[in-house]
């Protein structure tokens, strides 16, 4: 019996928690907090890895100030609930991998690891409701729960001595195959496509560069391949708000050529 094409994503989603059942624990890597940013900088400690932070910071601050005023534009109202918290994830996760970076060590990679699964949640909801043209805040709280579970199961099965990252590993996997998906199976615009599918290459390479930092670190000292890969999600992340920046730019121009003045009502259903 073929599978209807609706049924693609879901199918999907299920086969990979499958596939990660059926795997067994993954761990954390031995020496994963051995990064090769050992710098001291102004007394701030592995300098590169903490400062480059701050683009995910700037981010989310451009993105709440451009899109916040334009929640209910019909071109993100659908999806607004789970870019607020893209955004909201962005945001913390400038400060937990901050927290982290100053002293590497498991009990501050939680900080890290949850605002990043909050951000993947919040992009998968986002998305979900735009392609769907429904609200996407009842996703957003489910997927937010699971991002909270993800990182609570890999601390405390750690703490219990055999940390499992497998449901971490999912919500970071996940955006990258089903938001192509989707946007294919609901005919998102091209330029959507693009950006989104742009941001998620650029992402992949981020963590290619993370595997590879003590490498990229021979090579290109002082840049490491962790902070590079920080410099690499940033531009993933400002190339996903540009694009719903210019979402809720040119159509609310055009509107307005149409309608000049008039009451607040009726530019508002004119637009």
């Avoid at 020496?31 to 710098?39: E, N, P």
């Avoid at 991998?97 to 060590?105: I, K, R, V």
């Avoid at 199961?153 to 703490?159: E, I, K, N, Q, S």
């Avoid at 992402?203 to 490491?224: G, M, Q, S």
Wanted: proline share 7%; net charge neutral.
């Amino acid at each position: 019996m073929k599978l209807p094409l609706h049924q693609l994503p879901p199918a999907l989603t299920l086969l990979l928690a499958a596939a990660a059942l059926f795997h067994g624990p993954i761990h954390q890597p031995d020496g994963y907090h051995d990064f090769a940013d050992q710098s001291l900088v102004w007394g701030v400690p592995h300098f590169c890895d903490v400062t480059s932070n701050l683009g995910f910071a700037l981010a989310a601050i451009w993105g709440w100030i451009r899109l916040g005023p334009a929640r209910e534009h019909p071109e993100l109202h659908h999806g607004f609930a789970g870019y607020r918290l893209f955004l909201a994830g962005l945001f913390l996760t400038a400060l937990g991998s901050t927290w982290y970076h100053l002293a590497p060590d498991n009990a501050r990679l939680v900080w890290d690891r949850l605002p990043i699964a909050l951000a993947c949640a919040g992009l998968l909801a986002g998305v979900l409701g735009d392609v769907r043209k429904r609200d996407s805040g009842g996703m957003a709280g489910l997927l937010a729960l699971a991002a909270v579970a993800s990182v609570a199961w890999w601390y405390f099965t750690d703490l219990a001595g055999a940390g499992d990252l497998r449901p971490y590993l999912l919500l970071q996997g996940l955006p990258i195959l089903l938001i192509p998906l989707w946007q294919w199976l609901h005919r998102a615009p091209a330029a959507d496509r693009l950006a989104f599918g742009g941001a998620l290459a650029i992402y992949i390479v981020a963590k290619l560069t993370e595997a590879n930092d003590h490498a990229i670190a021979a090579v290109l000292d002082p840049i490491t391949g962790h902070t590079l890969k920080h410099l690499l999600a940033t531009l993933a992340a400002a190339l996903i708000v540009g694009r719903l920046v210019v979402r809720v730019r040119v159509p609310l121009q055009a509107g307005a050529a149409a309608c000049p003045s008039g009451p607040p009502s009726a530019i508002s259903a004119c637009r």
